[in-house]
C-alpha cells in the first residue's frame, strides 16, 4: 500500500490545488511507516538487554532493522554527539531500479519513496523512548541521506 501510495504521487503532476491532497497522503505514508517501524523495533528489541543510549538505540536501527527492513546495513553513521545524525545508504532499495532521467526529474519523483522509511526510522525511535524528527533527501539515485535530530524533552 505505501508502495502503491508514493508511486502515485511520483507519477501526478504539482498543481496549487493538488497541494493539500499530496501534503495528506505524504502524512498518511509516514504515519503508515511510523508504525511499521515501531512494531518492529518492539517484536526485533525485546530479546536484547535494555537499549539506554541513544547512540546504541541509532545503532540498532542502521545495523539491524535497517538489515530486517531493506537487506542491507546503512553505509555511514555520523553523528555531531548533539542529538543530530546522518544516515546514508548509498545503495537504496526502493530507488535502486529507477531509472535516471536527464533534468533532475527522477530526483523530484523519488521524493515520495521517502516518507515510508522516514516513518519507520521515527517510529522504531519512538517505540525505544526516543523523540525526533527525521528528514530525507536524495541528490543522486539511487543514494538517500536521513537526518535524525531528537528533541530532548526537558521537565
Known sequence: ????????????????????????????????????GQGLAERFSRDRPRLTDTLDVIKFLCKDLWTLVFRKQIDNLKTNYRGVYVLTDNTFRPFSRMSTEAGGQAIIKAQPFLWFP??????ALASMSINATVHAETSQLPSATFQIKTINTKP
Open 118 to 123: 522516514c516513518g519507520i526510522i521515527r517510529g
Open 1 to 36: 500500500m505505501a508502495y502503491r501510495l508514493a508511486n502515485e504521487l511520483s507519477l501526478s503532476e504539482t498543481k496549487l490545488d493538488d497541494d493539500e491532497e499530496r501534503e495528506a497522503a505524504f502524512y498518511r505514508l509516514e504515519m503508515l511507516g511510523y508504525r511499521v
